[in-house]
């Protein structure tokens, strides 16, 4: 049970290690593009390519739904970012109840961002978790978890790879783990609860007032979406990747020709950009047909 691109790996991971994967649960296609074509999910997409047959329902509170997923007899179910609240009737059902990779090391960054949440409050790693799935909001009991550093320069794109990386064997091995009886849970601890609220698009213009390490967090952070923003000359852009660099001067100021840029204090040299309409661009290439002087101000 998926939607995006996280939950493939799993997926595959899951079918290559022998398992009778006899259903595919993911969101409805939506529109998408210039046409508005409806687009099936990438898990849904890659489902359909493996022959495994896909329900894509509305909602899971549906009773036909319900009758129908109970009606596999079901081991597992295995829910990776699918979108939905499953009711206790879902949960109830498989053998081994329903088991759930989340993108963080619980119970730190429960909720609906917890990569993009890491990078940006600065956390020195994260990981992934299998959760046994309860009605709360990720608060199930830990079967397993693995983890990773937060790079200096890793984005919401490059920790998303690496995690969904580690995720899918983690799942196979707890799955199997499971089954024999060779694994305990792990109860969540009250202390260290943060939750990962979705993206806010109001949380996506820069603030050159704050510190330079805030700024390159909230840029890698809501790299590549929804992406970070700022006004130049008038136009809006967005920055997909920056480092921190010396420098001073009033906050949104253009310190050089190569696009270092004043914060609150220190200053963010601008790597990657994207203009309305076009394809992300170095800094060198974005700036032979858009050129911003020092001195010029971004708002």
């Known amino acids: 049970m998926g939607t995006p691109e996280f939950a493939v790996p799993v997926l595959q991971a899951l079918v290559e290690a022998g398992h009778d994967v006899v259903r595919v649960y993911s969101q409805p296609p939506r529109r998408a593009g210039r046409g508005k074509t409806l687009r099936p999910s990438p898990v849904h997409a890659a489902a359909e390519a493996a022959g495994i047959e896909v329900e894509t329902p509305e909602s899971f509170r549906d009773d036909a739904v319900l009758q129908g997923f109970e009606a596999l007899a079901l081991d597992a179910a295995i829910v990776v970012a699918y979108g939905q609240i499953l009711p206790q009737r879902a949960l109830d059902a498989p053998r081994l109840g ?3 990779l989340h993108a963080s090391l619980l119970p730190r960054w429960r909720g609906a961002a917890p990569i993009q949440r890491a990078i940006m409050a600065g956390d020195a790693e994260t990981g992934v978790a ?14 397993a978890e693995a983890r990773v550093p ?3 320069d890793d984005t919401a794109g490059t920790l998303h790879d690496r995690l969904a990386g ?6 196979v091995s707890t799955l199997a783990a499971l089954d024999d009886g060779r694994i305990a849970a792990r109860v969540q ?5 943060t939750y990962a609220a979705k993206i806010d ?11 330079a390490n805030e700024v390159d967090r909230l840029i890698r952070g809501l790299s590549p979406f929804p992406g970070a923003w700022c006004e130049v000359a008038g136009e809006r852009v967005k920055i997909l990747i920056s480092a921190i660099k010396d420098g ?4 949104g100021t253009v310190l050089d020709d190569a696009l270092l840029i004043a914060c609150g204090s ?8 994207q203009r309305a309409g076009k394809a992300a661009a170095r800094a060198e290439d974005l700036l032979r047909g858009f050129p911003v002087a020092a001195g010029t101000v971004l708002t």
């Open 98 to 100: 329903c088991l759930n």
């Open 130 to 143: 299998v959760m046994q799935m309860e009605a709360g909001l990720d608060t199930g009991p830990v079967l």
């Open 150 to 152: 937060i790079d200096a």
């Open 166 to 171: 580690i995720g899918a064997p983690l799942v």
């Open 189 to 193: 601890p009250e202390e260290g609860v």
């Open 201 to 211: 698009k109001a949380e996506a213009r820069i603030d050159w007032t704050r510190p």
């Open 248 to 251: 001073e001067g009033a906050p």
């Open 266 to 273: 220190g200053a963010v040299h601008l790597t990657q950009l």
